[in-house]
């Protein structure tokens, strides 16, 4: 299986604090992407990081690819309440994305 | 801005009832996704459908199911007979050009089997 898998399966911290989830995976891949999704609604793309890429940023995130390691991570500083919500990575497969478990992540305020 | 409408938000059925789910894609996109999440679990993959064909499915998506794009705007998702299994959040998606870029998602359709 390709699926990513997050890490921590849940993360709670103080808003202003910087919160970082980790993402592996088995396979090699195109691309890896984050999605958010707040409780009960649809997911909605953050960022995408291609396989050629080691970094890339948006706004408050940042986003590491390790082909290597077949991890990611992604970094939202300065985390602010509205910021609540389950972040998923996501594996590019030949035909489809697929999801890991996600990190529910808390903010505090 | 351009967004996936789902209906129904939620939808209560009797086990053994067909459900039929819809979704309006983005007009220009070309590539379109079922996945179903059920409660406090992960977002799973159901079915890809391009050029009027499913390009790729689950497992899940057994002979129960079937995906439709009857009008050219609509994309469905049929459950012959229902199963209490079979109840879950399923969201559409759709992506543009690319099979391999961003996924827009709907609000997702509620199915609750009783």
């Known amino acids: 299986s390709q699926q990513g898998e997050e890490d921590p399966q849940a993360l709670s911290i103080q808003e202003g604090e910087n919160a970082t989830m980790n993402c592996s995976y088995k396979?090699?891949?195109?691309?890896l992407q984050w999605y958010r999704q707040n409780s009960g609604r649809g997911l909605v793309h953050l960022i995408l990081?291609?396989?050629?890429?080691r970094e890339k940023h948006s706004g408050r995130l940042r986003v590491t690819l390790d082909t290597s390691k077949k991890s990611s991570s992604l970094l939202i500083t300065a985390s602010r309440a509205a910021d609540t919500a389950s972040y998923f990575c996501?594996?590019?497969?030949?035909?489809?994305?697929?999801f890991g478990q996600g990190t529910r992540l808390t903010i505090n305020p | 801005e351009p967004e996936v409408t789902q209906t129904p938000s939620h939808q209560v059925t009797q086990m053994g009832q067909e459900v039929i789910l819809r979704c309006v894609p983005i007009?220009?996109?070309?590539?379109f996704y079922w996945y179903r999440q059920i409660l406090g679990q992960k977002v799973e993959f159901l079915v890809s459908?391009?050029?009027?064909?499913?390009?790729?499915k689950s497992e899940i998506f057994d002979d129960q199911f079937s995906v439709e794009r009857p009008d050219g705007s609509n994309f469905t998702l049929k459950i012959r007979s229902t199963k209490l299994e079979d109840s879950a959040m399923y969201f559409c998606?759709?992506?543009?050009?690319?099979?391999?870029?961003?996924?827009?998602f709907g609000e997702g359709s509620r199915l609750t089997v009783l």
């Open positions: 998606a759709s992506s543009d050009l690319s099979q391999t870029g961003e996924l827009f």
């Open positions: 996501a594996t590019v497969g030949a035909q489809k994305l697929v």
């Open positions: 990081i291609r396989s050629n890429e």
């Open positions: 459908f391009y050029n009027n064909e499913i390009s790729e």
């Open positions: 007009s220009n996109h070309l590539y």
């Open positions: 396979t090699s891949i195109n691309n």
